[in-house]
Every structure is written in C-alpha cells, then in structure tokens.
C-alpha cells in the first residue's frame, strides 16, 4: 500500500498530481514552465565560446548569435529600434524639387519624411526612385513636391518589432512612422532597421564608418557622443555617473537634467560624483557633444 501511494504521489494518478500540483502553486505560487526559446537559448550558451562548428553543418558562432538576436526580436517593439526623433532628417511640405534633390544627396537615405510646420505632423515621405525618375527622364521638375508624397505607416511605440514586420511586408510600405502616446512623432523604422535586429548593421559603400561614441583623452578626461547610453559611460568610465533618479538613459539627457534646460555650448555642470560635465556641441535642441572632466583628487596633507 505504502509503494502504491509513493506510486500515485509521484505520478500515478493524474488526478491526484493536479490537486499536488494545484496546492503547490497556491502555497509556493505557480512555477513558470521552461518555454522551448528558453531551452534553445540554453543550449546556445552552452557553445557561447566554440571557435566554430564542430561538425559540418554546425552553427558558426555568427549564426548562433543571429539565432540568439532572433528569439529576442519578438521581445522588442517599434520604441526600441530606428531612428530617434532626434536624428530624423525630414523637409517640409512646402520645399523645392532641387532642395529635395539636395537633402536626398546629403543624407544618403532612399525616402525622407515630409512634414507639415514641425516633425510631430509627418504627412507623408518622398521616396528617391520617384525623384531619380524625375531626372532620369529629364522632364520637367515640378513646382512642388505634392505630386511626389506617399503615404507612411503610422504606429505606436508599443507594436511589436515581428507585426511591424509583417505590417510592412503586407502593405509593402517600408517606412513607419513611431507615435508616443500625443501622437506625436517618437521615430522612424525602416524595414532595413528591422533586419538589422536580427543579422546586425547593414552597410554599404556610402556609408561612414562610425565615429566612437567614447574617446579618452589626456589628463583622464573623455569626449563623449551625447547618445551614448549611461550604461556604457557607467562601464567605461565611472559607475557613478549612471546613478540618477530621473528617467534618463543617455549623457546628453542627463546633461540637461543637471542644467534644468538645454544648456548651450561652453556650459560646465557639476555631477554629485564629482565628475564635470562640458557642453562642447549643441544647439536649440539638444547637445550634441560634452566632455566629461574627472573629479580633483585633493593632494596628501601632511601630518604634522
């Protein structure tokens, strides 16, 4: 009798499993069953130090972390990736065919945003196989760009990445724009920026290589791209610096949150760590660039 009840206990009768199982969670609270994108990660960090496949056919360590970068993009939403507000390069409604033709040659993107008196009011994009269509044919430019304006998508910052995906690969328009919760324009996701989440930057021919975002320079003291995220600066540099009660994520942020408004070039602002912070780059809208002066070490006093 005792065997066929240390049976049951541990399996046995389905019933009486469900009723343990019911009491455990309500005691201990329920336990989260391992989902397979859990196991598969497992086993991918099992082999985050291979050199290489073992066999043919094994996954190379690139597309272990493609696969890795895969089951977290349906973590990720249309807030998290493409191009801040910020870094938005648009024209207005109201501008040239040559000032269009212009800004595409400087900004080396296939569409541009068209808004209507501020970014928040985005009306439209211009994509550059229409204007180069234009040229192409030598026909004559027209007086305004209306006749060139396409219609984006328009989602919040709370779709996900994977429906932002299919919304693009439905409706075969490859440029979102990314609302906040006024309606007002958060970003731009191209479905190349999409991609990129899963199989990293894309570049071509034209593009720059980028600029570091952290440059240390004598005397201890570091130039810093004001987007550089402050758990970067925090590893880097100072742990300190990413100690902060307000809701910011980057240098430039908390630049402006020690300043109390967007501080303008030549601005030094003390952090608590002891830490200066210089604005070397800005305008109206934000810093672009600051330098970060490390805290003065007091010399020995001697003791008398």
């Not at 066929?4 to 309500?26: K, M």
């Not at 660039?289 to 805290?295: K, N, Q, Y």
Request: a negative charge.
């Amino acid at each position: 009798m005792a065997e066929d009840r240390s049976s049951a206990a541990h399996g046995g009768d389905p019933n009486e499993q469900n009723i343990w199982s019911g009491l455990r969670n309500l005691i201990f609270g329920e336990q989260r069953e391992e989902t397979l994108r859990d196991q598969l990660e497992e086993v991918i960090d099992r082999h985050e130090d291979d050199p290489g496949p073992d066999a043919k056919g094994d996954l190379t360590p690139l597309e272990r972390q493609m696969v890795r970068n895969l089951l977290h993009f349906g973590e990720r939403d249309a807030g998290d990736v493409g191009v801040p507000r910020a870094d938005i390069v648009a024209v207005e409604e109201r501008t040239t065919f040559d000032h269009l033709v212009q800004v595409f040659a400087e900004a080396g993107v296939s569409r541009l945003p068209v808004y209507r008196e501020n970014l928040d009011t985005i009306i439209g994009m211009v994509h550059i196989k229409d204007v180069f269509n234009i040229l192409a044919r030598s026909a004559d430019k027209p007086a305004d760009i209306a006749a060139l304006i396409r219609q984006p998508l328009y989602v919040p910052m709370s779709r996900g990445a994977l429906d932002l995906l299919a919304d693009m690969r439905q409706t075969r328009v490859h440029l979102a724009v990314v609302l906040d919760e006024y309606s007002g324009t958060e970003g731009l996701v191209t479905i190349e920026d999409l991609i990129e989440e899963i199989v990293g930057e894309i570049e071509d021919e034209h593009d720059e290589a980028p600029a570091p975002l952290l440059v240390p320079i004598d005397g201890g003291a570091w130039d810093a791209d004001a987007r550089v995220e402050l758990e970067d600066v925090a590893e880097a540099i100072d742990p300190r610096l990413a100690e902060v009660d307000n809701d910011v994520d980057t240098i430039g942020g908390l630049t402006a949150v020690l300043a109390g408004h967007v501080p303008v070039v030549g601005d030094c602002l003390d952090h608590p760590s002891g830490w200066k912070i210089e604005v070397i780059d800005a305008d109206e809208r934000r810093v672009n660039r600051v330098r970060l002066h490390p805290p003065v070490t007091p010399p020995d006093s001697d003791d008398d």
